[in-house]
């Protein structure tokens, strides 16, 4: 793949959708699913995110769930559609 943003891992088709689901975070229009050891989970569906986890058998997942982490360089990564928050 050519695309500068992928780079073998979960990814989005461009930085703007990135940017969105962040914005949808602050804003309250992304729904808060629970937390990750490393940030927030967060559900948006207006923006795809791809996961990417050939380990566990994901190529190119579609997903709407994405991992909000750090504080000063934030990041935003799309997360599996089926993750959960542990008791």
């Known amino acids: 793949m050519a695309d500068p943003l992928y780079t073998g891992t979960s990814y989005f088709k461009n930085h703007a959708d990135a940017q ?6 602050h804003n309250g229009s992304a729904s808060v699913m629970g937390s990750h050891r490393e940030g927030f989970v967060v559900r948006y569906d207006n923006v795809p995110g791809y996961n990417h986890n050939p380990g566990a ?5 579609p997903t709407n769930l994405f991992l909000i982490k750090g504080t000063r360089s934030v990041s935003v ?6 993750w959960t928050p542990r008791p």
């Open 20 to 25: 969105s689901v962040l914005d949808a975070y």
């Open 57 to 61: 058998g994901y190529l190119d997942q």
């Open 77 to 82: 990564v799309p997360i599996s559609p089926n």
